[in-house]
């Protein structure tokens, strides 16, 4: 599959809206949302609404057609009151699986972890509730971004077609690219099985032409794909996994007190006692 390879050219976002209408087009988004902005606010903010617009081509129409069913969704779902004790209280594996680790890329984007690899210990129903878990910290990061503003990199090493069932990811698809658009940067798939190709053409199916462009496939054994990666990140930071030089496992207690203090900021887990502090 070296021939997905995609070089540093496709890295770069294209040019946007001055401020001054970016903010004319959130207004009239605001306009049209009508009572839903006092509704939820939290989630209803300018930041939101950007990356809506921009993910929808600066359309005030379907931006504000897809967030009235982001809105419908986060009532069911109720993403916003997700803490850590409700998806992590059991297994620590499950944490190694997916997490946002310490470090940013070069250009200053939040990284999102996965490693397919690790066997889970869950149902498809709690890897999901983990998605939503992570995404809803990601918008959190994103809240002032002005671009997407997040690298998902994926540890395909060891995958097999039971690794990520097909509903599991059609479903994942499709609460990233409905319910939280303009988040994804660049999606990094590495090191993907020959197995993975005929997966992969059925996955493609379900991707918007614009989360499409982003995902790049990188080789530890390609010497284009090696540039890439040190372009984007602190060799000594990125994990070995991904072609970087740390060894470091994932500190779970640490990072659990990380977390759970994003908790506190976000307001999902209000029992939580202490100041709120910045990760």
Sequence with gaps: MSHLLKTKNDLTPPKEASSEAQQRKINEV???????????????????????LRARNWSTELATKSLKQAVKWRRQFKPDKICWEDIYYDTENEARRAYLPDYLDKNGRTVFVTMTSKKSTTSTKEHIKQ?????????????????????????????????????????????????????????????PPKIFESFWKMMKRFLEPTLNEKVKFVYSNNSES????????????????????????????????????????????KHINGDAATS
């Design 30 to 52: 605001r306009e049209l949302l009508g009572d839903l902005s006092s509704e939820m606010p939290s989630f209803l903010s300018d930041g939101t609404i950007r990356r809506f």
């Design 226 to 269: 090696q540039r890439i990666m040190a372009d984007m990140f602190d060799l000594d930071k990125l994990e070995s996994a991904f072609g970087g030089r740390s060894t470091d496992e994932l500190d779970i207690i640490e990072y659990a007190e990380r977390m759970r203090r994003r908790d506190h900021i976000r307001g999902a887990c």
């Design 131 to 191: 998605l939503v878990y992570n995404l809803e910290n990601m918008s959190m990061n994103s809240e002032d971004a002005q671009e997407e503003n997040v690298v998902w990199m994926c540890d395909f090493r060891g995958w097999t077609l039971s690794s990520t069932p097909f509903w599991e990811t059609r479903e994942s698809l499709h609460i990233i690219q409905n319910y939280y658009p303009g988040l994804i940067a660049v999606a990094i798939l590495s090191n």
